[in-house]
């Protein structure tokens, strides 16, 4: 008993200093930055009243016997969520508070409920006055919520024929069907295939609006495996087939000071995305002497690709202006092998060592996001590792070594879409390289520790950014060749930890991550870099049994324990007011405009 007592003590003794840590890298971070959030609504109005609605089911169902098994399982979920993807300016968070987001604004009022298109004015020396500063309030758009449909079936056949084989078949089909409203404000009227009109005498061609923007789609398809299982050999064929097919489309439901009727059945735009995959593959793992296996993974994979149809985007560079068109037919063939060697040199240690090559196709939202010059292509990888791990009944550890060699990596580039998401494009030549390393600690009185961390380098190699002035391939362009750059949201060093605590039903843990400084664009710009953080969460949690019932589960989980504030920007953040890599190319364009790796030139219209 004194041998648990005195483990119990030292657990404890141990979670205590693990919290005063904790508290130093709060005080710490907390300084860094300098934003808290102890602010009142201050005016906001209803700001911060934000719609959430989610429910869902499972259901599932099945037969066994000695060597089969079906089951039937279905399972949906309804989401409604008020938008939050305009994140906020350092400047707002400052003024409004860290939850701020300007998502649905209408227009503010002052304390005379006299309308500003704005939250500020300007007086007459061109100085900013902020309506909440002033007793006024911001009003939002109480529909601007985000609503989504999806449900889910599938059936699942598993078959021993004997010892040594095994069969697997799945087939599945998902049906999604959602929208978001939003309010959108002074916009053009042309972008959403409407005509100028007249109001109080003069011609409107710019309106503040809300518009609709649907999807409807379905995925379905099937996969199989067949194993075979013997004393040196394990071995799998199998393969898969399935089809996603998508509509999207908009409507513009509301016009302000519009004359006349909208028509409810009008699309300013629509299109239609398929995608035909299919895969097949053959794996293998042999022993060639005890303790030595080799390993041998082969996989073909065919992607047919189509979107035809308007997309949402409004393309004024193209003669004539319009709805960007899409007609996209791409047809992907990938032969993606992977082999390596795994030694078990004793019962606890083994190293390991592998090479394998991997592509990946471009999603919808490369070829959507992206600029109406470029067309995204498939990237492919060579991965290299070599690894080694330690493990016995109270103590793992182990260490990774990886090189990941890319061509056309599709990168983040550190501008937004109009609805918040992250854009990519391809750059020619990449890396990423590192340690990965791991350790566990389990002791007899249910304390367990586990960490791990990742120090790495992932460079973008001989990197030239061109960008386009308000996105016109036609118009001005700055090219200007930066070398080697850190890759965009890749943090040198991550550190996860884990104190866990297990007594009878009763379970704890802290979990805790580090994650160092990173670069918003791919252009080593120091004006946007993404301060390093530490950040924990609580979970604790109880099982019991009831009668007639395996388990019972209840639990909580704080997120953020100790309400750190983890970011610390010096510029606008929003895609309106300009993205991170124009902002800082725009700024090293103007420190070096005599530099002579830097040029400027003028195209003319074909």
């Known amino acids: ?13 141990f979670f205590t200093a693990y919290i005063l840590l904790l508290f130093l890298f709060f005080f710490f971070f907390q300084a860094e930055d300098g934003i808290r959030d102890f602010c009142l609504s201050r005016g906001l109005g209803d700001v911060y009243k ?52 300007s998502c649905g604004f209408m227009y503010a009022t002052d304390r005379d409920g006299h309308v500003y298109s704005k939250e500020y004015y300007k007086d007459d020396n061109g100085e900013k006055h902020y309506l909440t500063d002033e007793g006024g309030a911001l009003h939002f758009y109480d529909d601007q919520t985000d609503n989504y449909t999806q449900k889910n079936y599938q059936l699942l056949f598993n078959h021993n024929f004997t010892s040594q084989w ?12 959602g929208y978001y409203q939003e309010y959108k404000g002074e916009r053009s009227l042309t972008e959403y295939g409407m005509s100028p009109f007249e109001y109080n005498g003069g011609k409107v061609e710019v309106s503040d609006l809300i518009r609709k923007k649907a999807m409807d789609n379905w995925f379905g398809g099937g996969i199989f495996s067949v194993s075979y299982k013997a004393d040196r050999l394990h071995a799998s064929l199998g393969g898969a087939l399935n089809r996603y097919d998508g509509d999207h489309f ?15 059945d009008h699309d300013y735009y629509r299109n239609n995305a398929t995608k035909n995959d299919g895969n097949i593959y053959l794996k293998a793992n042999y022993e060639l002497v005890s303790g030595l296996s080799a390993y041998l993974d082969l996989q073909y994979r065919h992607i047919d690709y189509k979107i ?13 202006p319009g709805m960007q068109q899409l007609a996209i037919h791409e047809k992907f063939d990938f032969f993606n092998p992977k082999a390596g060697l795994s030694w078990q040199i004793n019962r606890n240690n083994r190293i390991y060592g592998s090479f394998s090559v991997a592509h990946k196709e471009p999603t919808r939202n490369n070829y959507t996001d992206g600029k109406f010059t470029e067309h995204p292509k498939a990237e492919r990888l060579f991965d290299y590792e070599l690894g080694y791990t330690f493990a016995n009944s109270w103590l793992t550890f182990g260490a990774n070594l990886y090189y990941m060699d890319y061509k056309d990596q599709l990168v983040l580039t550190g501008e937004l879409n109009e609805i918040g998401e992250a854009v990519a494009a391809n750059v020619p030549d990449s890396y990423r390289m590192g340690i990965e390393l ?15 961390a990742t120090l790495s380098r992932n460079r973008v190699e001989n990197f030239t950014e061109t960008l386009y002035e308000n996105e016109d391939p036609t118009g001005d362009t700055w090219s200007t060749y930066l070398g080697d750059t850190h890759i965009a949201f890749s943090p040198d060093f991550l550190l996860n930890n884990r104190f866990g605590y297990i007594y009878k039903g009763f379970e704890a843990s802290l979990q805790s991550q580090y994650v160092s400084k990173q670069y918003m664009s791919n252009l080593n710009c120091k004006d946007h870099i993404l301060d390093a953080y530490f950040v924990s969460n609580l979970n604790l949690s109880y099982t019991f049994t009831l009668p007639k019932t395996k388990s019972i589960t209840v639990g909580c989980t704080i997120y953020n324990l100790f309400n750190l504030s983890l970011i610390h920007i010096s510029e606008p953040t929003r895609q309106a007011e300009i993205s991170y890599a124009v902002f800082c190319l725009k700024k090293k364009k103007q420190k070096k405009k005599k530099d ?9 219209s074909s």
């Open 596 to 604: 002579k790796t830097s040029t400027r030139k003028k195209k003319k």
């Open 438 to 452: 791991m350790a566990g600690l389990k002791l007899p009185c249910g304390f367990q520790w586990d960490i791990n």
């Open 250 to 264: 908009g409507k513009v439901l509301w016009v302000k000071n519009y004359i006349g009727e909208l028509n409810p």
């Open 308 to 320: 035809n149809g308007l997309n949402d985007k409004y393309n004024w560079t193209a003669p004539p």
């Open 1 to 13: 008993s004194r041998y648990y007592i005195d483990h119990d003590i030292l657990l404890w003794l």
């Open 166 to 177: 095994n069969l697997n078949i799945g087939l599945h089909y998902t049906k999604g069907d």
């Open 50 to 101: 934000r719609q959430v609605g989610l429910n869902s089911y499972y259901l599932q169902g099945g037969y066994y016997n000695d060597n089969t098994s079906v089951k039937l399982i279905t399972f949906a979920g309804k989401e409604r969520t008020y938008h939050a993807w305009n994140y906020a300016s350092k400047e707002e968070m400052e003024r409004y508070g860290r939850r701020y987001n």
